[in-house]
């Protein structure tokens, strides 16, 4: 299995997924007269970025081994931070976001170091670390939204540079890089072995504790990137705006095929289970259906998806023994 | 004993292969009523398949069982039980925190879906308890208990399911002199119940006190089957070790160099005491011992993974506290570990991934992988060391246990380690493949490297080192020249400590 560089047709051997995205926007392309124009891809994509850009990070939390629910609090603690530092702190935009930043450095600094001193399974930390950083937000805000932010803030989530929507952008740099760091740097090849096989890793001279920490370092990082730009597109800091993000992140991870207890899954992958999830949720609406049914639709296409990487599992090991 | 009386266990032309060994080949075993049959042979000889076969942990591929001379087939734990074959294994399968009697009944507690029947409970448990002569509180945790102790719970469960047939895999492996005398008493007494008992120990003098027979396996093969007063601890050795694989010896002209390695005095808490050993560039060192007597901790210390208390570990001459692997690694260390599934290899990334592992840094230009420096290194050493793969792209769990040891090697050559410690380097690996590693640590040492070779495979250890190390309970307790003083026999009493064998 060339592992690095997945050539498109093994792709679609490897991946029924790729299939899946092409016969579900057929469908759609038929049952709406909506679907299939440019305003509406471009819609698509704007009702993802923001939400995946965690998605490209926490693929390599998930990989590395670990897990980070966190996320969702994070992206609110930080639309409330920077709306408290703007409006109520009369701070201009970029200290303010340069504090945001610096704060989501902190915050996965703090889960993957209590995790490895602790010896806690990241899945607890970061249950507990969420309600925590709810909290935060919280007190930040006094549980009403912040708002009065001026239109040069709006750019970053609502702007366009050309026909290109602000957060699109993001989204494209995120998994240009994020794919880049995976497939090609040594950083990548030690988020793969670890998560593969953690004490053969560290018998092989990799600082295990180190790469662990880096994922959840980067994962809070770009999620408080992602709460920033979720504010500017909102116009308003709210504590909790970010708490759907935590299992629509981990469902496009698990829809892209990376293996929920680490050592494989792609950049790639990861994309098109974004993409899955937004053509999914936005076609669902066009063709009529009730908006509370396409919960009940996505979840079960999440137990789908992880129980065909289950098969596969199984039936690579089946071969290996 | 009457002739005419059925045995107890019949075994007949039992085999049993896994992918690239043949495990069994064709063993016959059997055992009488109330007869303590020990079973032995060297690490791999196929006793632990042996056992699972009878107690129903693996299915076999051919042969049949027959139980009380009624052919049997035994297809789970469960089917072994019913017909009476209970086993002890070497780790202790107990709930440390529920009491010895639910322990004992684990399962089959009396009483129905809703309610326990406390009473029958503890009074079936103390029955047993009476039969084993051993007293112990059948209320108390199993977690409160001594090892010899959890030992006896074992026996005892075994027995509430009627086993006539017990299987005792090393049951003194944990203990000390005074609880393994209390265990044979207890076994003698079940012997007088008529049950019967197979034994497997390393302990010679232990064979000699207890066993009414000995049955002997080698590389799958039944090679004796005599009744103790037949056996000399001498002869049981010879049996064991037999001479096929080393009729030719690997060593080379010796042309030792450097001393690359040397420990002093090192002791860890515990499990190491006053090692004392040195290695030199060109050397082929070997450490031997049982399982168990501080090899692992020895090899985990030279490679930083665990720190020693005492002593001092000298690399090229310099003194070193070893603190991680990372550290090791950097001063030219490289661990073959024991366990190359577990602790070698990512099984789920392809061989070139898993090749640079340790080197990663040095194939790197800025952050980036060097993909054509990397696919060459690769290529490199697949051919030389004649990995038998697809390409350097297959995975390395879809290898055979042979070529994924060469993987293993190969990491450390490619990271251009000067000190190679190999730890039981070819356990669970076919013949062919083992010839293969030791040649290839033959030629490392050649090529100037310290290969240090931590095996529990004596005749290894005495066909490819310079010089022989036998560890004892944590300490040396010999030293040999592997081409003047020693034999085999010398090496295996020393590793024993039996007193007068030869």
């Known amino acids: ?321 | 004993m009457a002739p005419t009386e059925a045995p107890a266990v019949e075994m007949r032309g039992i085999s049993k292969s896994y992918p690239g060994t043949r495990a069994l080949n064709g063993v016959d075993f059997s055992l009488r009523p109330g007869e303590i049959k020990a079973l032995l042979g060297e690490n791999g000889a196929g006793k632990s398949t042996l056992i699972k076969i009878l107690s129903g942990a693996e299915p076999k591929d051919e042969g049949t069982i027959a139980i009380s001379g009624e052919s049997v087939r035994i297809h789970s734990p469960q089917d072994a039980r019913r017909h009476g074959v209970g086993v002890i294994y070497q780790e202790f399968t107990l709930v440390p925190d529920l009491t010895v009697a639910e322990n004992i009944y684990l399962g089959r507690l009396p009483g129905g879906e809703l309610k326990v029947h406390w009473k029958d409970l503890f009074s079936g448990a103390e029955d047993l308890m009476v039969r084993l002569q051993a007293c112990i509180d059948v209320r108390r945790p199993v977690s409160s208990l001594s090892l010899a102790d959890q030992q006896l719970v074992e026996i005892a469960k075994a027995l509430s399911t009627n086993a006539r047939i017990l299987i005792m895999d090393e049951p003194t492996a944990a203990l000390s002199k005074g609880e393994t005398d209390i265990l044979f008493g207890v076994i003698r007494r079940l012997k007088e119940d008529g049950v019967s008992i197979v034994f497997v120990s390393h302990r010679l003098e232990e064979i000699f006190d207890i066993a009414d027979s000995v049955a002997i396996l080698r590389d799958g093969n039944k090679v004796a089957d005599e009744p103790i007063t037949a056996v000399t601890p001498k002869s049981l050795v010879d049996l064991m070790i037999g001479r096929s694989l080393f009729d030719q010896l690997y060593h080379r002209d010796k042309a030792a160099g450097r001393e690359l390695l040397r420990l002093d005095r090192l002791g860890k808490e515990g499990c190491l005491e006053d090692i004392s050993l040195y290695c030199r560039a060109g050397e082929v060192v070997g450490i031997t011992g049982l399982v168990g007597a501080g090899q692992t901790p020895l090899a985990r210390c030279l490679f930083g993974v665990e720190r020693f208390d005492s002593g001092e570990l000298r690399v090229d001459g310099k003194s070193l506290r070893l603190h991680s692997p990372v550290q090791a690694i950097r001063e030219g260390i490289g661990l073959i570990p024991e366990d190359r599934r577990r602790q070698g290899l990512v099984l789920g990334l392809p061989i070139r991934n898993n090749l640079v592992l340790a080197a990663l840094d040095a194939v790197s230009r800025f952050l980036r992988v060097d993909a054509r420096k990397e696919e060459a290194l690769a290529a490199e050493h697949i051919r030389a060391l004649r990995i038998k793969a697809v390409g350097s792209g297959q995975r390395a769990g879809s290898l055979s246990g042979g070529n994924q040891q060469k993987v293993v090697i190969a990491k450390w050559l490619v990271n251009k380690s000067k000190i190679l410690i190999f730890h039981e380097p070819t356990r669970g690996i076919d013949v062919g493949a083992k010839e293969e590693i030791y040649r290839m640590m033959q030629d490392l040492a050649s090529g100037g490297a310290a290969v240090l070779l931590i095996s529990s495979d004596i005749q290894e250890v005495l066909g490819v080192s310079d010089r022989i190390y036998v560890m004892r309970k944590g300490r040396i307790a010999a030293e040999l020249d592997a081409r003047k003083t020693a034999k085999e026999e010398l090496l295996m009493l020393a590793a024993v400590g039996a007193q007068g064998g030869c």
């Open chain 1, 1 to 321: 299995m060339n592992f690095n560089r997945q050539t498109l047709p093994r792709f679609l051997v490897n991946n029924g997924l790729f299939v899946a995205l092409i016969l579900m926007a057929g469908y759609f392309s038929l049952a709406s007269p909506y679907f299939f124009n440019f305003d509406n891809f471009r819609n698509i994509l704007v009702q993802i970025s923001i939400m995946s850009l965690i998605a490209v990070p926490m693929t390599m939390v998930i990989v590395s081994g670990q897990i980070d629910l966190s996320i969702g609090a994070v992206v609110g603690l930080i639309g409330a931070l920077i709306g408290a530092l703007i409006i109520k702190a009369s701070w201009t935009f970029w200290p303010a976001a340069l504090l945001c930043l610096v704060a989501g450095v902190l915050i996965g600094l703090f889960n993957g170091y209590v995790s490895i001193k602790l010896k806690i399974p990241s899945f607890i930390v970061t249950l507990a670390t969420a309600t925590s950083f709810g909290g935060v937000g919280l007190l930040l805000t006094q549980g009403y939204p912040i708002t009065g932010f001026d239109d040069s803030f709006a750019f970053w989530g609502q702007g366009f540079v050309g026909h290109v929507p602000v957060p699109v952008i993001f989204m494209v740099a995120v998994y240009a890089a994020g794919w880049w760091v995976m497939a090609n740097t040594a950083f990548g090849r030690r988020v793969y072995a670890v998560g593969g096989n953690e004490e053969a890793s560290r018998l092989s001279g990799i600082q295990v504790n180190r790469v662990k920490i880096a994922v959840m370092t980067l994962n809070s990082l770009v999620s408080s990137v992602s709460g920033i730009l979720l504010a500017s597109r909102m116009t308003a800091g709210i504590s909790n705006a970010g708490d759907p993000y935590m299992l629509d992140v981990i469902a496009a991870v698990i829809i892209g095929g990376t293996n929920l207890a680490g050592g494989s899954g792609t950049i790639l992958g990861t994309f098109l289970g974004v993409l899955f999830m937004g053509i999914l949720r936005n076609g669902l609406v066009l063709v009529g259906v009730d908006s509370f049914v396409t919960y009940i639709v996505q979840g079960l296409v999440v137990l789908f998806a992880v129980a065909l990487n289950t098969f596969k599992d199984i039936a690579k090991s089946g071969r290996a023994s």
